[in-house]
């Protein structure tokens, strides 16, 4: 059963209290010492044409799509969600696990889309699976208040079937660590968790932002897993997907790009979010080296909240035993 989250602001002495005992005082100065240079670039020193400085522009956008008559279909097209269903096949998958389903959640920016987000809590009860992961960028700015996005986690985990894992995007203070965790969301801060089905087992790792924070850290993630094992990294970004291979982890999911948002006839993405990122791991199954991955085009939407010819998606991914590849 899920438990109500206070969304009260607590008083900053007693919050970084909780972070250091729950992350330990260096991974805690970090990321709020990254987060409070980043808002200082956003009110002081970010270019005007930086994507974080479109939310001042958010009436624009809005009156100009509503102009051109685009706004109504594409705040329609934001909620209509999809749900995929990707097959993973890895002949390094315990044979206990096949048929192993992974429902993911990513980019809810559950303030931006109400409507998203009452159409998702209607899906995932219908849906079966073993476990689910939430890739991060649970709120719609990457700065301010974030009491509203812990209330609409709170409607959407009543309907998740247990047990769910997350990890923190960057459009997410790690402030709202204790209210996700009290929601009874396993964040995977640069750590893992060991799955057990009879005398099998797989691995389910997690890494802060390496976006915005530079608070990745994998080998911590990955330093209680043995060598050779199934593991699964969530990452909110793709960006990482080279360390991750070369890190020893067979299986990759991830979101941050909303698979571009606005894109072109035939879902090509008018930008991604990050320059560093080949096209091809911008949505959708990939595969690098020996490592299966996945980017998730996400179930919110940023900045303004349309799409355009990239259908918003929950995922479903059903684990293989057989030989290595994308199906």
Request: charged content about 20%.
């Amino acid at each position: 059963m899920t438990q109500e989250v206070c969304v009260l602001t607590e008083p900053e002495e007693e919050l970084r209290d909780k972070l250091e005992q729950r992350l330990g005082p260096v991974h805690t100065l970090l990321r709020l010492g990254m987060e409070r240079i980043y808002e200082d670039r956003f009110n002081h020193g970010i270019n005007f044409f930086h994507p974080d400085k479109w939310y001042s522009l958010h009436s624009l956008f809005t009156c100009a799509l509503k102009l051109t008559g685009l706004h109504y279909l594409g705040s329609r097209n934001a909620e209509r969600i999809r749900v995929r269903h990707n097959r993973i096949y890895h002949s390094g998958l315990p044979d206990a696990f096949e048929g192993f389903t992974i429902l993911q959640i990513s980019d809810l920016h559950v303030d931006m889309n109400p409507a998203a987000m009452r159409r998702v809590s209607e899906l995932v009860s219908t849906l079966d699976y073993d476990l689910c992961v939430l890739t991060g960028d649970f709120r719609g700015k990457a700065f301010g208040p974030f009491d509203q996005a812990l209330r609409g986690m709170t409607a959407l985990c009543s309907q998740l079937a247990e047990p769910f894992y997350g990890v923190l995007g960057n459009h997410d203070t790690v402030r709202m660590l204790p209210g996700l965790e009290a929601l009874g969301i396993r964040m995977l801060m640069n750590e893992s968790d060991t799955i057990v089905r009879g005398r099998h087992r797989i691995h389910l790792a997690g890494v802060d932002d390496a976006h915005y924070y530079s608070a990745a850290n994998l080998e911590k993630a990955a330093s209680r897993i043995p060598r050779g094992e199934f593991a699964v990294l969530l990452s909110h970004t793709p960006e990482i997907y080279k360390q991750a291979a070369f890190a020893g982890f067979q299986l990759f999911l991830s979101g941050h790009t909303h698979g571009g948002q606005i894109c072109l006839p035939g879902g090509i993405p008018v930008t991604l979010s990050s320059s560093k990122l080949p096209r091809r791991l911008g949505a959708g199954p990939w595969r690098y080296e020996t490592m299966v991955g996945y980017t998730s085009a996400g179930l919110g939407a940023s900045v303004v909240p349309v799409r355009f010819n990239c259908e918003p998606e929950i995922t479903l991914h059903y684990l293989h035993c057989t030989e290595s590849g994308i199906g």
